[in-house]
T-cell receptor, first 109, second 117 residues
Framework: GENVEQHPSTLSVQEGDSAVIKCTYS??????FPWYKQELGKRPQLIID?????GEKKDQRIAVTLNKTAKHFSLHITETQPEDSAVYFC????????FGAGTTVTVRA | EAGVTQFPSHSVIEKGQTVTLRCDPI?????LYWYRRVMGKEIKFLLH????????ESGMPNNRFLAERTGGTYSTLKVQPAELEDSGVYFC???????????????FGPGTRLTVT
């Protein structure tokens, strides 16, 4: 089955700096890669996703890149703000979603 | 539009007891998924319903777990008898039916935090 590794497990950044979270996957058949954000006490919510026929996607301050050859994808958050503090999960889908273990991001004011 | 709802939000039970978790998906979503997150680890897939049918239950840990979705609407996940290692947050998610990638986006519920003592 699919195995998704996510790094780092925790990330602390100064407000205004960038944050980068990296994930690798094992199944070359995976074709959909969503990122979920879970704020404290709330449900995981999809913030951005990328499909295997695209190398990069951007939505305001967040962007995701995908390298199919290397089987890794990354989330980039620029100009971080305190409300970006949350746990972020990457996932990969072949026939079902497999998640990474999550990254706890703390944005220091 | 109401999102995915789960009940209860928290449950504390003793080892050996039974607990039933409920999930109400977004209206019209044929796909319903159960996941579990043990503290600090990944959100792990348990099973997938398409309407009332179990499409994939490969993630169910053992036969102490029973999921149902009678009528293809809400779903229940029963743990009987509960063990200490069953503690964690149980998430439900739903998505639209479809063969294409439009059906891929899953909407999560707030989760049920289960503590087995």
């Amino acid at each position: 089955g699919e195995n998704v590794e996510q790094h780092p497990s925790t990330l602390s950044v100064q407000e205004g700096d960038s944050a980068v979270i990296k994930c690798t996957y094992s199944d070359s058949a995976s074709n959909y890669f969503p990122w979920y954000k879970q704020e404290l006490g709330k449900r995981p919510q999809l913030i951005i996703d990328i499909r295997s026929n695209v190398g990069e996607k951007k939505d305001q301050r967040i962007a995701v890149t995908l390298n199919k050859t290397a089987k890794h994808f990354s989330l980039h958050i620029t100009e971080t703000q305190p409300e970006d503090s949350a746990v972020y999960f990457c996932a990969a889908r072949n026939y079902k979603l497999s998640f990474g273990a999550g990254t706890t991001v703390t944005v220091r004011a | 539009e109401a999102g995915v709802t789960q009940f209860p939000s928290h449950s504390v039970i003793e080892k050996g007891q039974t607990v039933t978790l409920r999930c109400d998906p977004i209206s019209g979503h044929d796909n319903l998924y159960w996941y579990r997150r043990v503290m600090g680890k990944e959100i792990k897939f348990l099973l997938h319903f398409v309407k009332e049918s179990k499409q994939d239950e490969s993630g169910m840990p053992n036969n102490r777990f029973l999921a149902e979705r009678t009528g293809g609407t809400y779903s229940t996940l029963k743990v009987q008898p509960a063990e200490l290692e069953d503690s964690g947050v149980y998430f439900c998610a739903s998505s639209q039916y479809g063969q294409g990638t439009a059906s891929y986006e899953q909407y999560f519920g707030p989760g049920t935090r289960l503590t087995v003592t």
